[in-house]
C-alpha cells in the first residue's frame, strides 16, 4: 500500500515576527486594566504562543491622572481615542468604550480604514454595526474580532464559528446577562421582590448605575443577534427581535415556577424555523432538568445545537476584568497568529437578510396567572375565553387566597401559537371578576 503524505498547511502568516505586535487600547475601565494587566503578566507565555511579543504602546480614556493600580508609563497617551488608529506604530486597536455609536464607532471605522486589525468588547457596536464594520475589515484586509461581545470570558463566538464550522446550526439558547441572572437567583433564593434585589445589586456594584440595558434586556439581545449572526450566516438584526426584560417578574411567579417544575431566566434564544429565524429575548420558565435552569448568581451559559454535534453547552463568568480580558487576549492573539477570517464566519458579502418570523406565529406553551374575586362563575367565565381561543390547558392551580384581595388561578397551557396566548390575556383582562392585568411567561423546553 502505498503511503499517505499529508501535506500541512498552516493557516498562520506572522508578519514580521521580529518586532512586537504593538496594541492601542481605547478605554480604560475595568476590562482596558485587565487586559494590560494579562499582556504584561503573561508576556513569556504569549511571546511563545504568538512567535513574537506583544506590547500595548498606546491608550486612551477619559481621565488621564486617575489611578488605576497599572503603571501607564511608556504608552503614548491620546485624549481623543481615533487618534489610536493613525499612530504608525499601532497594528491592533482594542476598543473598550461602549455604545453602538459615537466614540466607538469612529474609532472602528477609523482603524480599519487604515487596514488596522479592531477588537472589541462592545456587543451594540457589532449588534447594530457588524455587517458594515465587517465589510470594511474585509475591504482592507484587516481583521475584525469580538469574542469578549458575548459572554465574557467563555470562547462561545469561537466555538460556533471554528469548534462546530461543520454543522448547520438550528438553535441556540443563553442565560448571557449575569445581573439579570444574579437578580433572579436572589429573588429566588431570599424570597425578595425584583426591586428590592436590584437596589442591592446597584449598592454592592453588581448592577450598573443605570441598568436600563441589563434589566430589560437589551443587552440580551445585543448578544443573541450576534450569536444568530455566526450561527445562521445572516446580518446581525436587533429590529425584528421581540425583547422583553426581568422588570414584571415577581416572587410569586417564582413561587408557582418551582412547584410546576420549573425556574425563571432571562433568555436570549435563536432558532431557524421554517417560515424564518426566530430570535427573542424573554423572561422564561424552563424545567429544573434543563442545564440552563442550574445556572445560578451571575454565571452565564450557552446551549448550541448543531445537526452533527448535537446540543453543547459553554458555561462561565458573563463578565469581569479577568473573563472579559481574557476574551479579548484571545483576539489579539488571534490577529497576532495571522488568523485573519471573516469577522461572523462568512464573507460579509454573503451574510443574508434572512426572512423573521413574526413574534405572534411563535408556538409555544404558557404559563398564566390572574388574580381573581373568588366567587363563583369565575371559572366558568375563564374557561369560556379559553374555549373561544381554542386554546387548552395543561394544568390549573387554585388553592387558598391571594396576599391581599382575592385569589390566585394559575394555569399552563398546551402549545399554542402567541397571538392566541395574547388574545386570551386580552379576554381575561377584560373580565370583570380579573382583579389585576394577567401575567404571562412563556415556557422553554427547547
Ligand atoms: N452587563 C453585562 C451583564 C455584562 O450583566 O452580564 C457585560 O456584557
Redesign the pocket.
Known sequence: MPAVTLQIEWNITMSDTSNPLKVGIAGLGTVGVGVIKILRDHADLLSQRVGRSIEVCAVSARSKGRDRGVDLTGFTWCDDATELASIGEVDIVVELIGGSDGPALALARETLKTGKSFIT?N?ALIAVHGKELATLAEENNASLRFEA?VA?GIPILKSLAEGLAGNDVSGLYGI???????ILTRMEREGLAFADVLADAQRLG???ADPT??IDGI?TAH?TAILAAIAFGMAPDMDSMPIEGIRNIAPVDIDYAQELGYRIKLLGLARRTADGVETRVIPAMVPLSASLANVMD?T?AVVVDGDFSGPTVYVGA??GEGP?ASSVVADIIDVARGNVYPAFGVPAASLQNLPALPADKHSGTYYIRLRVNDQPGVMADITAALARESVSIESLIQRGTAPDEGVYIVMTTHQTVESSALSILKHFTALECVLETPTLIRIETF
Open positions: 468588547a456587543k461581545a465574557g448571557l446577562n449575569g445581573t439579570c441572572n444574579y453588581y448592577a450598573e440595558f441589563d443587552d448578544k451571575a452565564n458573563g463578565a472579559t
